[in-house]
């Protein structure tokens, strides 16, 4: 087993105690990764909020070139989902970017409590997040947070649609994207992905 | 006397009340299990006090000085000596206990369990359960009628608010307003009740005494909770999702402004001032000061991770 999965195999288990105390709350999952090579360098990678070409994953994107607060992107997944996201925040100067999701196809449909439920490609609730970069003495610092409630929104969620199966998705996600900007900006980096989830 | 002495004497007795160093904010974090007490005189972080359980809620007793926080995962909530600001018991309530307050008097204390879909009654000096009282799904937001005679409940998943007759404990009206209603605020003449409807993204406005819809005001994404200011004449309230604040001239019941605060703003409440308003950060642990006469914020105070503060939190 590799590094990264022991740090988030870890997480889950550490988590799964707390998830169905109480109605939907919101979550913070934090990952971390240091890489050597200069922030600038990795911030580059980043920098345009159209490319998401280092997040494995995503087959394309569309944005209107834009970096400004407002702009849209809207990822194709690999698998033919999309997930629509609206630029919140931008700052050049301290190498970080938030952003939230607005909208994402669904992959299907189950019964629960008598309703049709979507499940959405991204099995979370009002996601907002942010990306960013820090100088450690030479090397770079990604920190990717996240924030997202589970998919359903009143008590009782079904399987599909619980924070386990959030924090998972979201874990994937932060996880790849991370550990693929380190081998892009340092080939030979350990994916030492560090994922912290609270809420 | 020497004028300088005089002046010195002068100076010691205006600033007297400020070794007690009232009002306070006590700020819930709730991803920190602490509770940051603000003295709102100095804007510093003067305690933290440790609180287990996810601490979300406030409700202050003013009457016996003490200020209550609820732990949805504590099943109940603590009671904190708001002078000493430490700990004086745990009360245990059973289920999630977030939304919280106590009434004018200072007598009751009334805690919602959101999964039970119930408010329990307690009594504030026995901490005896007195009554649990059945509300509709998911029970968040409560306040209390300024004549002490009628208590609200935010009804989130039923879209509703109700009205709860004190002198006899139990329902006289609910209503439906947006979707999923969750902080909401009466004003100081008891005439007017305000929900901020988190899933609609709007405000409802109501008539307090009958539950009549007067209105519905459009605000920015995920609003949270609210709080008034000015002598009732302007509501504040946390848009979650867009990092802000949106004030609402409640004469004309329309959006004057919308001041940037930290991101995910959630608890809000008017200093006893009633000019300055706090907002607790919930992403960015940090509370926004806004100033109600220059709608600007005028200061930002570090506080602990995952600040909510959901209820009334500064201290008179």
Redesign the interface.
Known sequence: MKKTSLFVTAALILFSG?VN???P??A?QTATITVDAPAAKVWDLIKNYDDMSWLPGVKSVKGDGSNAKGAVRVLTLAHGGTITEEL?AYDAAKFAY?Y?ITDMSTTGTIKHAGQDEHIPVLPVG?Y?AEISVTDKGGKAEIEWVA?YYRAY???NPPAELNEEAADKAVTEVLTSGLSNLAKKAAPGTAPNVHIDI?? | MPIQLFGALLLLALFAPGVYAEPRAFITNQ?DNSVSVIDTQTQKVIETIKVTG?PAGVALNKRLKQVYIST??GGGFVVLDSQKMQPVRTVKVGG?S?GITADRSGDHIFVAD??ENSVAVFDANSFEKLKTLTVG??PSGMTVSPDNRWLYVANR?DNSISQIDLNKLSIRNTTKVGQ?PFGIAIDSQGKRLYAANV?SDDISVLDAQHLKRLATIKVGA?PYALTLALKDSLLFVTNQ?D?TVSVIDTASLKQLAVITVG??PEGISTHPDDQHIYVAN??DNNVSVIDANSLTVVNTIKTG??SRAFGEFITP
């Open positions: 707390l105390a109480h109605g709350v919101r913070r919140k938030k939230k009002n907002a924030t929104v009143n008590n609270k809420r | 991803l996810k949805p995962e999630a977030l959101w999964y799904k998911s998943v999923h899933e995920r999702d990092s991101d995910k919930w992403f991770e995952g």
